[in-house]
């Protein structure tokens, strides 16, 4: 994995956190920072902790909505901005791009996400976000979130790594506290109790599913 992204990343590539401040600081701050440091050793990015924990707190006081990047050089750029409360629900529909389980950038949060920002530019009225499957029809992410699914038996599960997704912050956090990865289809969400979407940003958002085929 780690050859296959150092040879073959953009030009001008960074990796990305988004953050949400809370009451008591970052939420999740040190969840982001482990999976910062995992993307750039994959990617042979320096990566120096404490220096990005100083220009964190130097820079984000009393914004919730915090955007890091770090480049090659392992420099960070601390961007922050507003944040819309949540809707109530989101209504979702499957994208046509089926993505590949085992394509190695899934796995890192950067700025090579052409596919994602393309796909959000051509949400269709009425729909909040996509949801991709791999090519074996597995449930996989959306453009900006990860899936979280309540069966009709209550077991909370969220899909593998494995089908091709990120492993997003707040997924991490939720498997740390009890949910379970689970390979997911479309029948399966059909069939579930609830179903969300979310990351660290926003939390889980309630999900309605448009009419898929």
């Not at 042979?44 to 964190?56: I, K, N, T, W």
């Amino acid at each position: 994995m780690e050859s296959a992204l150092r040879t073959d990343r953009p030009e001008n590539l960074l990796l990305i956190e988004t953050m949400g401040r809370g009451a008591d600081g970052i939420r999740y701050l040190d969840l982001h920072l482990a999976r910062m440091k995992r993307g750039a050793e994959a990617l042979g990015y320096p990566f120096d902790e404490s220096q990005v924990r100083s220009a964190l707190a130097d820079a984000t006081e009393g914004h919730k909505r915090i955007r890091l990047t770090l480049n090659e050089a392992g420099n960070t750029v601390v961007e922050t901005g507003h944040l819309p409360p949540n809707p109530p629900h989101w209504t979702v529909a499957v994208h046509s791009t089926r993505l590949k389980a085992d394509d190695p950038w899934l796995q890192v949060k950067t700025t090579n996400r052409a596919l994602y920002n393309q796909a959000r530019a051509d949400l269709p009225s009425g729909v909040d976000e996509w949801l991709f499957l791999n090519e074996q029809g597995e449930v996989c992410e959306g453009t900006i979130a990860n899936i979280f699914v309540v069966t009709n038996d209550g077991r909370r599960v969220t899909p593998p790594l494995t089908s091709g997704l990120l492993p997003g912050v707040l997924r991490q956090s939720l498997i740390q506290n009890g949910w379970e990865e689970q390979v997911l289809t479309l029948s399966d969400l059909s069939k579930a109790r609830e179903i969300h979407m979310g990351n660290a940003l926003r939390g889980l958002i309630r999900v309605q599913l448009a009419p898929f085929a």
